[in-house]
């Protein structure tokens, strides 16, 4: 059998103590800590380089910390396979050959353990998964012939086939047209009912702000975490953007100069 | 008319049959259809993962080691495949370790390495006053000459190759789609990753003589890329790449003994018309 952990239901779901990620010598991540209650959803948000991605990986065990802790109901990320981390459309390899299903029931393959082929079990985990993300009809469907979408819902089902607790979503909503989105943070605010913690690095505050029930500003330190009303305001934003930032002819509206390219990926490896 | 059809017929089947009267034909062709399988199976991750230059760099760098076997031994051609099984899997983990530590780009690491090895093996086959002769056959292939011995290695560590695959076919699948994935799920990626090498080693001596080290990467990716055009799951690219390959090695031998032309290179030159026959389909059913 691969690896597993078993979980500690007293321990919260995520537990991060200070936590210090550098790459080359510069800081990404600086001295970082928070923990994450059951069914919690969280947007992370932050300019460009802020480390969401970053602190994402970390979390999901992929990346390792200079220094810190990540604590899991009660242990390290390395023993977890209930880690469900959603990657940015564009590291995926949308030319490979395997059908929608073939991508779910990936979720499934440490579950299976080795020289196992998916049970008949299996494949009835997959579909309803499928069914939650409304793409049942999509099943046999090779993976390039998603639309944007379509293409976040299905690895949001490979999170759930995997049976993943704490769900870890980079920039997920990046490059979808508006109803896409919406069909994406609707089917989030139904998987509160499933108990799954959620984790989403975002680039839109008006979003993060309606859909989500804490805001972790980010620039490599953090610079609030709390209710979304508690979080945006002038000083904490200031503090996250900087420059960025401009007051508009002193009403209360702010603008973010901030795009969605991914230039914090130029030094992750 | 009838007679005439029949008389074609005849001479169609005493066409197909002809060479397969010679033993060394047969055994020839046993050995590019059991190389064709198994190079199809292990290519269709070297295509996906985009390894065929690793695969060019590896089949040309166990060069050095088949020449020492061969300086041993005397000339003895049956002892090669372990001397070629022994530096491939050693060149495998080698480049593989190398090409993620270096300092240096990857590709340019295997470049140097394959470079210098292949010159080191040209430099020691010259040594031998034949070395023309022998060393085209480590080139460029002698499937003809296959004994039935090499014919049983081929199948059993052919046969090794193909039930790991069909043994680790998710994780195989998982850590070439997404290695992110396999390691939140806590797959031993690194553990996978090597033994996937060490397939393409065995791989790569086992095709040895029907081959050679310079057509290699052509076995490993044609067809694969070919069965890649025309299929969307991974299991029927492997079958149909599986098909095409075989196909090349059986259309390749004929062509190979009416035409006088080597072998090797007629097999490589079968499986890259299936290519751009499947390449032209493909563009034609896009229109």
């Known amino acids: 059998m691969y690896p597993h952990t078993h979980h500690l239901t007293t321990q919260p779901v995520l537990d991060v103590s200070s936590l210090t990620v550098r790459y080359n010598g510069r800081v990404a991540l600086e001295d970082i800590t928070f923990h994450l209650h059951e069914g919690e959803r969280v947007a992370i948000v932050g300019p460009n380089g802020a480390g969401k991605s970053t602190l994402i990986k970390v979390i999901a065990g992929v990346l390792q910390p200079n220094s810190g802790e990540v604590n899991i109901f009660g242990s390290r990320p390395r023993g977890h396979v209930c880690i469900g981390y959603i990657p940015q459309r564009n590291q995926v390899d949308w030319a490979f050959p395997v059908s929608v299903a073939d991508v779910v029931m990936m979720g499934r393959s440490a579950k299976l353990g080795p020289l196992n082929w998916p049970h008949k079990k299996d494949w009835e985990v997959v579909h309803h998964a499928l069914e939650t993300v409304e793409l049942s009809h999509l099943a046999a469907r090779q993976i390039s012939q998603l639309s944007g979408g379509q293409q976040q819902r299905m690895f949001i089902a490979r999170a759930l086939a995997q049976e993943s607790e704490l769900m870890l979503m980079d920039e997920p909503l990046t490059g979808l047209d508006t109803p896409s989105q919406e069909g994406i943070l609707n089917l989030l605010d139904r998987l509160k009912a499933e108990k799954v913690t959620v984790m989403v690095a975002t680039h839109d505050l008006d979003q993060a702000a309606s859909h989500f029930d804490r805001i972790m500003l980010l620039n490599h330190k953090m610079i609030a975490f709390d209710e979304p009303q508690k979080v945006l305001h002038t000083d904490n934003l200031l503090k996250a953007y900087g420059g960025r930032l401009r007051p508009v002819d002193g009403e209360n509206i702010l603008t973010v100069d901030d795009c969605c390219d991914d230039g914090e990926h130029d030094h992750i490896h | ?287």
Request: with cysteine.
């Open chain 2, 1 to 287: 008319m009838i007679v005439a059809t029949m008389g074609n017929m005849t001479t169609f089947i005493d066409l197909l049959t002809t060479p397969l009267q010679y033993e060394f034909m047969q055994r020839g062709m046993i050995a590019a259809i059991l190389v064709g399988i198994v190079c199809a199976v292990v290519g269709a991750y070297v295509v996906l993962r985009g390894m065929a230059f690793f695969g060019d760099a590896l089949a040309h760098t166990i060069l050095p080691g088949i020449a020492l076997g061969y300086l041993f031994s005397g000339g003895a051609r049956d002892v090669l495949f372990w001397w070629a099984l022994g530096t491939a899997v050693v060149a495998a983990l080698g480049i593989g370790a190398i090409s993620k530590n270096s300092q240096i780009k990857e590709d340019t690491a295997i470049g140097i390495i394959f470079a210098g090895m292949f010159a080191l093996g040209i430099a020691l086959i010259s040594t031998v006053r034949s070395y023309a002769v022998d060393l085209s056959h480590f080139l460029f292939g002698d499937v003809l000459s296959v004994s039935t011995h090499s014919l049983w290695l081929i199948l059993i560590f052919g046969g090794i190759v193909l039930l790991i695959i069909f043994a680790f076919y998710k994780e195989f699948t998982t850590i070439s789609f997404d290695p992110i994935l396999a390691a939140t799920l806590r797959l031993p990626v690194n553990l996978f990753n090597n033994l996937l090498l060490t397939l393409i080693a065995v791989t790569v001596a086992v095709s040895l003589q029907t081959v050679g080290v310079a057509l290699m990467v052509a076995m490993l990716v044609t067809p694969a890329a070919t069965a890649y055009l025309l299929t969307h799951r991974l299991s029927h690219m492997m079958a149909l790449a599986a098909v095409f390959a075989s196909l090349s090695g059986i259309i390749g031998l004929y062509l190979s003994f009416y035409l006088s032309i080597a072998s090797g290179a007629a097999i490589v030159l079968t499986a890259t018309v299936f290519f751009i026959i499947a390449f032209g389909w493909k563009r034609i059913q896009q229109k």
